[in-house]
């Protein structure tokens, strides 16, 4: 069983920036592809970024790409999502979620976290 608990949300303006943090359980983390997805009201489910177990590759949404960087620290078993230069789009309940692989479907994803809710104000 792996349960994923997210915080780091809040309400900020556009410009500001934000780390979410995803904090894992499981003694097997380090074999976890992982990802961030995003969900605004109204909205489907949204695939933000995505990490191998490794590290070694990372992927994003084009919408993201260059503000936006997802990295992993093993030995406190946490994923990360650094998001810069924020913009009121970004609102939305964010969610990290673990698979066997990393891809942009989320059917495809096994386990998710409760979501942490990113106000952006304009």
């Known amino acids: 069983q792996v349960q994923l608990v997210e915080s780091g949300g809040g309400l900020v303006q556009a410009g500001d920036s934000l780390r979410l943090s995803c904090a894992a359980s499981?003694?097997?983390?380090?074999?976890?592809?992982m990802a961030w997805f995003r969900q605004a009201p109204g909205n489907e489910r949204q695939f933000v970024s995505g990490i191998t177990w490794s590290g070694g590759n990372t992927y994003y949404a084009d919408s993201v790409k260059g503000r936006f960087t997802i990295s992993r620290d093993k030995a406190k078993n946490t994923l990360y999502l650094q998001m810069n230069s924020l913009k009121p789009e970004d609102t939305a309940v964010y969610y990290c979620a673990v698979a066997t692989r990393v891809t942009a479907s989320k059917e495809e994803y096994d386990y998710w976290g409760q979501g942490t809710q990113v106000t952006v104000s304009s």
């Open positions: 499981g003694r097997t983390f380090n074999r976890y592809n």
